[in-house]
């Protein structure tokens, strides 16, 4: 099968890592993909470096290379609109977003666009459907993390690096300063997730979370806020520890699971259990190669 992919990020974020882990085991899977991102993209650089197939986006020249292909895959909004002006007659669209679909004509025309949709999670189905896309056009793929190995414990609490407002990191910092605690503020998870103790994740609203599966994956214990699809992966006293978005609630979790270490193993123990058996790279390539044939 011939897919070409588009993503519009600038950052090397959540969506630009499943985009990198799909076009691997598709290509793993001999299946041809070309994927075309900002010349400046982290998501270009390193595709190129792994030995895959892409090129800068060229917003002129996508008609003409979108032509032949079997599936057309816009894995962000903006890559939507280009995919939808494309008039590729099978776009596949992912949504990743917890928020709802904004309305107008153009955003109408644009949404009945695309032949079929990837949602992260029921929730973000549940959004696509309130915006009137009908159920049988939208799958829910989840995203898929690598195993990580399993490293020492004792470094603290992290927390992902990030300036959105959206994400928490002030609350994360007075439930620090109420709890007594430190917390690191993460830009490489993946490193610093080999120590680490506790990993809290705080967010207004979520489509899924990948960071949180990262963490369980390195089989670290999980505090999360109870929003979106974060509660499909995180499961109250059995996957991680869900708290609403208030700094008591944080710094009460972060407590409980220091102060408690046979249940700080008992959690993440059965949270990697859940990432190898339903969150794998594997399951999410396959889940999305079954929307391909489907739209085919």
């Not at 985009?19 to 899977?29: D, K, V």
């Not at 029921?122 to 459907?129: D, H, I, Q, R, Y």
Request: charged residues 20%; aromatic residues 6%.
């Amino acid at each position: 099968m011939r897919i070409l992919h588009i993503d519009t990020g600038r950052q090397m974020r959540g969506g630009q890592w499943q985009a990198l882990y799909l076009l691997e085991g598709l290509a793993g899977a001999g299946h041809q993909c070309l994927l075309l991102a900002p010349p400046s993209s982290p998501l270009l650089g390193l595709a190129r470096a792994r030995g895959l197939d892409a090129m800068p986006l060229r917003v002129t020249a996508l008609p003409r290379l979108a032509r032949g292909m079997d599936v057309v895959h816009a894995h962000d909004a903006r890559a939507h609109t280009l995919g939808a002006l494309a008039l590729h007659r099978r776009l596949v669209v992912a949504r990743r977003v917890a928020f709802a679909v904004g309305r107008s004509p153009f955003s109408d025309w644009k949404y009945a666009r695309a032949r079929h949709y990837i949602a992260v999670s029921e929730f973000v189905k549940g959004t696509l459907m309130a915006a009137g896309v009908g159920a049988e056009k939208v799958s829910v793929v989840y995203d898929g993390v690598p195993l990580a190995g399993q490293g020492t414990r004792g470094g603290g609490v992290i927390a992902p690096a990030s300036d959105d407002p959206l994400k928490g990191a002030a609350l994360v910092r007075r439930a620090a300063a109420l709890g007594g605690f430190e917390v690191h503020f993460s830009a490489d998870l993946p490193e610093d997730l080999r120590c680490a103790s506790v990993f809290v994740y705080v967010s207004a609203q979520e489509g899924l979370g990948s960071a949180v599966l990262l963490a369980m994956a390195a089989g670290v214990p999980v505090v999360a806020s109870r929003v979106g699809g974060l509660t499909e992966i995180v499961k109250d006293g059995e996957t991680g520890l869900l708290i609403d978005n208030a700094p008591e609630a944080i710094a009460a979790a972060v407590a409980r699971l220091g102060g408690d270490g046979e249940l700080a193993a008992r959690l993440a123990r059965t949270a990697r259990r859940q990432v190898e058996e339903r969150f794998s790279v594997v399951a999410m390539v396959s889940g999305t190669l079954e929307v391909y044939e489907r739209v085919r």
